[in-house]
């Protein structure tokens, strides 16, 4: 069955950096794009970044543009989210999920399945 295992959180202090990594295996296609998410405590999830496995294109959140930067291995089931400048307001639980598609979408409604997530927290 298709499964998305997120590895790479932990704790780090304000300023710092952080790579995420996310490992998918069961896929039933190879059209489809991987997306990172995040939720905070008491707020709702968020896009990120998404990364298509036909060429690679990625798209990002609008905010989350020039510290977040999303890549994938050439065997495109691992994908990388490089997360740096960080800040508090970044401590969350960090998500990947996959969707099935030809499109790179950044609403959590459109993925269809979800790995368990990695917690991220920022603090000195």
Known sequence: QVQLVESGGGLVQPGGSLRLSCVGSGFFSDVYSIGWFRQAPGKEREGIACITSSDGETRYADDMKGRFFVSRDGNKLTVQL???????????????AVHFGTFCPLDSRLFDYWGQGTQVTVSS
């Open 82 to 96: 490089q997360m740096s400048s960080l800040e508090s307001e970044d401590t969350a639980v960090y998500y990947c």
